[in-house]
């Protein structure tokens, strides 16, 4: 069995670019060997040491492991066709310097991971270094628990970032950069006020401050930073063209004061970098090769290149993807924060919301989330995010390792007499490869009830109807009626409107339940009974026949997943 668990690792970790996850091994290996659930307790142990083993093996190591037990699975593998992105320009011996720059406002979401997963897969190409720069120079928008989820997120994700630089850190090095450009006549600091400023700036025209001496700039930047002006008062800048066809581009802002006191640093400074210029800075002292964001940065990118010229650095190469619409779901982090506090969601998981936490939850494939952004591309034209699509490449991971079981919702019971006793024998991953040997649901139904789903009652009263791997039966009133393991032609006048092999097939339940609740993605609750061989696979994604992927989270309540 160990050879098997190993095979089931490797495969795992070839799907996931040589990391296998234990989570998805305990389910393969639960699909294959379904006898051992019972052992879970003692068999996990040893699985988290074989998955251990398994990567620290060579890619070619793990394809002959998985060669000797499955070799069906590579030969499924190889047939299908995958996409991959474009080759960066100017790639080096030493590979890339890659940055992803999320502010720490809340967790990541699936919009945030189509950026950390495009960075990931050139350090996975190029080798190299993955920096997560967390960009927190705000500190009224700063949710402290962000910091480590975030972190939390991306490995989830399986992005593997190398560094991790906290921008709050290194406010002694932006100070320094701006006074070399204020020595150099490239920055002023104007006590103007800003909306004479911005007025200016729109006609192009200077403020008083832009034209005099870098000795009379250098000296109220100093008064800045001991505290000499309030909060308003004073601001600095760096000097672009006035004449740029853009405005916005024009002279821009690079500190301003804010009293806020921050959560890391709480009150230790007072004189705080806007974006542009913290992210020019660190793009340079961090080494960056490449630069990977969305095309709303263009105008961004084209004011920190002015600071690049200023101080003579090589600028990283910039590419810029289009926007990608995620529609039917939430993301904006004040909404979902101020969602939080009045009890409107439960927490950063909730199964309405877009945020990883949520996704991860609901037991979405992270591979599934790098399958469609990698497949998508790196386009500069905006997108629509498909969740059919989505779906299907989760269905397609998922599938073949999620028991099968029946839930029914706002159930009907129905009384059954009948003398004698029926054996159903179902199948629990019908969907895996030799599904023969992977298990079976075997129940025995007598007299008493069975309970279908309203919705299906409202559509087969008084017809006939085929309960899944037990037989055919009448339903009618209140009353279920057993007819056979097989019928025939006779059998047509109770249901003259449907040919005998159209009958439906609809799942069931008789004394082999449990009261269960699924959570869905609009906020609305299903409540009804699950089989109760389903508690035997909990924190496992199961497929409710004819309902849909579920999360079991315990033995009372899951998330779904999708249809």
């Excluded at 406010?171 to 006020?193: D, N, Q």
């Excluded at 000795?215 to 109220?220: I, S």
């Excluded at 916005?248 to 806020?260: E, G, K, L, Q, S």
């Excluded at 949520?358 to 992270?366: M, V």
Aim: proline share 6%; charged share 30%.
């Amino acid at each position: 069995m160990e050879d098997k668990i190993r095979a089931i690792a490797s495969f795992n970790a070839l799907e996931h670019d040589g990391k296998a996850d234990v989570n998805s091994v305990v389910s393969r290996v639960v699909a294959l060997f379904p006898e051992e659930r019972k052992n879970l307790k003692n068999l996990i142990p040893r699985i988290r040491e074989i998955v251990d083993e398994v990567n620290s093996l060579t890619k070619e190591e793990m394809t002959g492991i998985v060669q000797r037990e499955f070799p069906e699975l590579l030969s499924s593998r190889t047939k299908e066709e995958k996409k991959s992105l474009p080759d960066l320009p100017d790639v080096g011996n030493g590979g890339v310097v890659m940055r992803m720059a999320p502010s720490p406002s809340g967790p990541l979401h699936i919009g945030h991971a189509r950026m950390a997963i495009l960075n990931d897969e050139y350090l996975r190409r190029y080798g190299g270094k993955l920096i997560l720069r967390i960009e927190d120079t705000n500190p009224s928008n700063i949710e402290p628990d962000a910091y480590q989820m975030i972190q939390d997120d991306l490995r989830w994700l399986g992005v593997n970032f190398t560094e991790v630089v906290i921008q709050s850190k290194r406010f002694e090095l932006y100070y320094s950069e701006m006074r070399k450009l204020i020595e150099e006549g490239k920055a002023y600091v104007s006590t103007s006020p800003t909306e004479e400023f911005k007025s200016r700036k729109q006609q192009g025209l200077p403020v008083r401050e832009r034209e005099e001496t870098p000795e009379e700039n250098l000296e109220r930047w100093e008064r800045m930073l001991s505290g000499g002006y309030e909060k308003g008062e004073v601001y600095a800048v760096v000097k672009t063209d006035l004449n740029h066809p853009n405005p916005a581009i024009r002279d821009f802002i690079a500190f301003r004061i804010i009293d806020t006191p921050h959560p890391l640093e709480g009150d230790r400074y007072r004189i705080y970098p806007m974006m542009n210029f913290s992210v020019a800075i660190d793009d340079h002292f961090l080494g960056l090769t490449h630069v990977i964001r969305g095309k709303d940065h263009i105008a961004n990118t084209e004011k920190q290149k002015y600071i690049f010229g200023y101080r003579g650095w090589k600028q990283p190469y910039y590419l810029h993807y289009g926007k990608v619409s995620i529609e039917n779901t939430i993301l904006k982090t004040t909404f979902i924060k101020k969602g939080i506090r009045n009890g409107d969601f439960t927490g950063w998981d909730d199964p309405r919301l877009g945020t990883l936490a949520a996704f991860r939850k609901r037991g979405f494939d992270p591979l599934a989330i790098r399958r469609y952004y990698v497949e998508s591309g790196i386009g500069s034209v905006d997108t629509t995010f498909s969740w059919e699509i989505f779906y299907s490449f989760n269905r397609k991971i998922i599938d073949s390792r999620s028991p099968r079981h029946f839930f029914v919702s706002q159930p009907v019971s129905l009384k059954f007499d009948f003398e004698g006793t029926l054996n159903a024998d179902i199948p629990l991953f019908p969907q895996a490869s030799g599904n023969a040997e992977k298990g079976s649901r075997r129940y025995k139904v007598g007299k008493g009830s069975i309970m279908i789903s309203s919705q299906d009652y409202a559509k087969l009263n008084g017809e006939l109807v085929r309960l899944k791997d037990l037989g055919y039966f009448k339903v009618e009133s209140s009353r279920i009626e057993y007819l056979g393991e097989s019928i025939n032609e006779d059998v047509q006048k109770w249901n003259p409107n449907r040919p005998l092999g159209k009958v439906p097939i609809i799942h069931w339940l008789s004394g082999n339940e449990v009261p269960f609740r699924v959570v869905k993605p609009d906020g609305t609750v299903d409540s009804g009974f699950v089989e109760n061989d389903a508690l035997n696979y909990i924190g496992m994604v199961h497929q409710f026949e004819r309902y849909g992927y579920v999360n079991v989270l315990n033995e009372r309540e899951g998330y779904f997943t999708h249809p």
